[in-house]
Structure formats: C-alpha cells, structure tokens
C-alpha cells in the first residue's frame, strides 16, 4: 500500500508563503487524483484541493483560489502546494490523498484513501 508523507509545514506570517509537498513510497500516484486536505482544531477536514492524473485540470476550494497552486511531478512520485498570501484562516494540518474510487466531477472526501500524517500549518496575524 503506497505510504505518504507530508512536509514543509511551518509558522508564517500573514501574507507570507509555503510550499508542502507530499511524497509518495511502497507505489506510484501517477494513476490517481491526488488531492490535499486540511483540518483545523475543532473542524471536519475539508478538500483544498485536486489535480487530474496528468496535471491537466485541478480543482481549488473558493477559499483559496488564487492563493494555492497544486502540482505534481510523475518522476518524483511527489504532490506539491504552493500556498500564497497565506491568512490566519488557513491554520490547519495540511493532508494528502489519492482519490481511490469515483469521478473527477465528484471530491467526496471519503472517496480519498492512505492518509499521511499531516503538517501543521500556522498562519499569525
């Protein structure tokens, strides 16, 4: 079963930015959606976002579209985030998954599966 690893999380000021990046070992995620997620104290996780098999199309939640750049490099087995302007709000433990079952036009987050352990993500104002 293909293990993730999440890094590059930090504390930052508002407005500053960070660069996550997900590697994947024990298998490839070229063949799936890969997706990164995001779950602050109190709050469900929730979809940030998605990119397509070979980068073609990608998906942002509206709270940070503009702001996150998702990417990906096949030969590294490896998913990035670029965060921007980062706000207060985007404080949370940054996660990333492949999409192991349905459609693009359907991110569900229980149709991501093999978890990370997270980064943590610390935006001060």
């Known amino acids: 079963q293909v293990q993730l690893v999440e890094s590059g999380g930090g504390l930052v000021q508002a407005g500053g930015s960070l660069r996550l990046s997900c590697a994947a070992s024990g298998g490839t995620v070229s063949d799936y959606i890969m997706g990164w997620f995001r779950q602050a104290p109190g709050q469900e996780r929730e979809i940030v976002a998605a990119?397509?098999?070979?980068?073609?199309?990608?998906y942002y939640a509206d709270s940070v579209k503009g702001r996150f750049t998702i990417s990906r490099d096949h030969a590294k087995n490896t998913v990035y985030l670029q965060m921007n302007n980062l706000k207060p709000e985007d404080t949370a433990v940054y996660y990333c998954?492949?999409?192991?079952?349905?459609?693009?036009?359907?991110?569900?987050?229980?149709?991501?599966?093999?978890w990370g352990q997270g980064t943590q993500v610390t935006v001060s104002s």
């Open positions: 990119i397509s098999r070979y980068g073609s199309t990608t």
């Open positions: 998954a492949p999409k192991i079952r349905g459609p693009w036009a359907v991110m569900r987050i229980t149709d991501f599966d093999s």
